[in-house]
């Protein structure tokens, strides 16, 4: 029966503050045998119905203590840093060539921070990965390379939360921790019928995982061994869960293929009163501010057996992709409307383009979480040497004022070859890589002229 459907004559509405499931509080008897009902249909539906994702399969030999393969706490740990506010296709995608370039800890924390954004580009929140890496460091440092175990252990670490260090603990190493994410927090808030918000939600939400982990090791039975590992399949099956069937609107949620669906009627609160799709209770979205930008991509021809380069220059070291390179770039909040093109031309002959090959080539949208960035792309054949830049707070020369800025950093820019773009040798953001592409993409951009270099 799908969410929303009449149940034993449960009534539907909404859910008061006096009604809300507290712990264990819902249907299906007391609420420690309902708990123990639901971590144990939760288990053996992940193990028969997970996805056979690469974190998952990665395993290293078992250290004794629990008796045999166990996952690469290293490889979650990165796994875990990519998976936050990214979704699960595109770290799949990132996860194997970040750890090829990065194989163990020990890589990780020896490499310099460009080296480890050049390999994180594309994926966004770029604070992420410089938390990642100081994680590393920390652990070569105070840990002997090895990723500490307990909770306690890995939410010293750089950047592990709460979440981060209940999952590696209980899902790598079977630590009886519980943990909550979004999806998490989604199926915990359905079965209970809970429809607070904020940071009420977030507590309840630990609260109920918690008691699940505890019903999990009560209702175990065996070796310690094996009862530790019930935390794990716990755990990845709440997340699994919430990612394949209790999904977020507007998806509409399985129920009929929920495990504790029809065969456990009086479980889910929320499908017995109709309430699924308003729990949790939406939230406003967030505005949305636009930046527009003018990219010139300068590009050189290349000499002696190195191919074609195009010009970089560095963002400064904080604000919006912090780091980062980029082909030269004025930024704004207003649109640059018919002064774009006048922009363009002032940013060329700055960096030592020419001028007379300076043409608009097309224009890129690149959308964030709480920007759309608008960028004009030029291009140009580069003429002149290029000495230092410095940063600019008014615009490119005398015609990019208006509150145009070249957001880049004080170091020299550098000439980057198409080669070393491609091997990721430099970290670009998506946005930057597009309007690279986009120019490189167009009919008689790639044929540089010769320069001379200084």
Not at 251 to 262: R, V
Not at 357 to 369: D, E
Request: include cysteine; hydrophobic fraction near 40%; charged fraction near 20%.
């Amino acid at each position: 029966m799908s969410a929303g459907t009449r149940r034993g004559g449960v009534k539907r509405g909404h859910v008061s503050s006096d009604d809300r499931a507290s712990s264990g509080s819902g249907g299906g008897g007391s609420g420690a045998e309902r708990d123990r009902v639901m971590a144990a249909a939760i288990i053996v539906w992940f193990e028969a119905s997970h996805r056979p994702l690469p974190w998952r399969t990665d395993m290293t030999a078992g250290d004794g203590q629990r008796g045999g393969p166990m996952r690469n706490a290293y490889h979650a740990l990165v796994a875990e840093a990519m998976l936050q506010q990214t979704q699960v296709s595109r770290v799949v995608e990132y996860l194997a060539r970040f750890i090829e370039r990065f194989p163990t800890v020990q890589a990780l924390a020896a490499a310099q921070e460009a080296e480890v954004l050049a390999m994180w580009a594309g994926l966004g929140y770029y604070r992420r990965a410089r938390l990642l890496h100081a994680a590393a460091k920390a652990i070569v440092e105070d840990h002997g390379g090895r990723v500490p175990e307990t909770v306690e252990a890995l939410r010293a670490l750089p950047g592990v939360g709460a979440y981060t260090a209940g999952s590696i603990a209980s899902i790598v190493f079977y630590q009886r921790a519980a943990l909550v994410d979004g999806n998490v927090q989604r199926v915990v808030q359905r079965l209970e019928g809970d429809a607070s918000t904020g940071k009420e939600a977030t507590a309840r939400a630990w609260a109920r995982a918690e008691a699940l982990v505890r019903a999990a090791d009560e209702s175990a039975s065996g070796a310690s061994g094996a009862r530790s590992a019930r935390f794990a399949r716990l755990n990845e099956g709440l997340m699994e869960l919430g990612a394949l069937v209790c999904t977020p609107p507007p998806s509409t949620p399985a129920c009929l293929h929920c495990p504790l669906g029809p065969s456990h009627a009086d479980v889910c609160v929320a499908q017995q009163r109709g309430l699924v799709g308003q729990i949790p209770p939406p939230k406003a979205a967030a505005a949305v501010k636009a930046l527009h930008a003018v990219t010139v991509v300068l590009l050189r021809a290349g000499s002696g057996g190195e191919g074609p380069s195009i010009l970089l220059e560095q963002r400064p070291a904080s604000g919006l992709w912090a780091g980062l390179w980029q082909a030269p770039t004025i930024e704004q909040a207003a649109k640059f409307s018919q002064r774009g093109q006048a922009i363009a031309a002032d940013l060329c002959a700055m960096r030592g383009g020419d001028r007379a090959t300076l043409r608009h080539i097309t224009s890129v949208t690149h959308v964030l979480t709480h920007r759309r960035v608008q960028t004009e792309v030029y291009a140009a054949h580069a003429v002149a040497c290029v000495r230092k830049t410095r940063r600019s707070s008014g615009g490119s020369g005398g015609s990019g004022g208006g509150g145009g800025s070249a957001n880049v950093s004080d170091d020299s820019p550098r000439w980057v070859t198409l080669a070393e773009i491609e091997a990721r040798a430099v970290g670009l953001s998506s946005a930057a890589r597009k309007a690279i592409d986009a120019a490189m993409a167009a009919p008689r951009v790639n044929g540089a002229k010769g320069t001379d270099e200084s």
